[in-house]
């Protein structure tokens, strides 16, 4: 069984976002809140034998974390064809009956799991993107680990209750966002983020 530094390790070698797609808000998580992140669900009982869907998987850190930690099986969803490249890199060591990608807005996808991992767009530049993958999470999930802006927590908080789900557990990240947009400027910058357990009631 793998340890969670082995993880972080792992995860720190994947293909990541280079200059990327602004409205679509495309930052990988970085691999230590990754790891941190996916090893608090597993220890939820939340991983092992699931079936997960990584929703906006982008190159697929989080949902790559839960294929090492034991998912069953996991849905990557992403609507973006470069993206979807890196994650085929990405999965290229890890058997195919264990995963599916799905090349489309998260929108149409349907698909009922135990568990959704996601950091969705925080909707900094497209409003209400964050809302948009919480609403199909509500959907298909009885359990979600959400990344979000610890500001909006009180927001997540509520708008969860308003749709039947519950905030259980919150770990806050000083988030590392690798400046590769061009209008940055500083080459490290931190966010406060943090991750939303959020359960069915
Ligand atoms: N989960 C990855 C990427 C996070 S960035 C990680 O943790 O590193 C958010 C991702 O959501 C981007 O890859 C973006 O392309 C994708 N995305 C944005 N809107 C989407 C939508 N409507 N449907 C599917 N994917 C979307």
Known sequence: MITKSQLAIKLSKLEVFGASDVSLEQYSTDAEVAAESLWTAYMNKDIEGKTIADLGAGTGIL??????LGAEFVYFVEIDEKAIQMLKNNLKEYEKSRYKIVNNDIDVFNQKVDTVIM?????????YA??????????????????HKTTTAQFIERFSIANGFRLKQKIDFAFPLKMTQEFHKSRIKRIEASLFLLASN
């Open 119 to 127: 950091n969705p767009p925080f909707g900094t530049k497209e409003k």
């Open 130 to 147: 964050d809302r948009m993958f919480l609403l199909k999470a509500y959907i298909i999930a009885k359990r979600i680990y959400t990344f």
């Open 63 to 68: 949902g790559i974390a839960a294929l090492e």
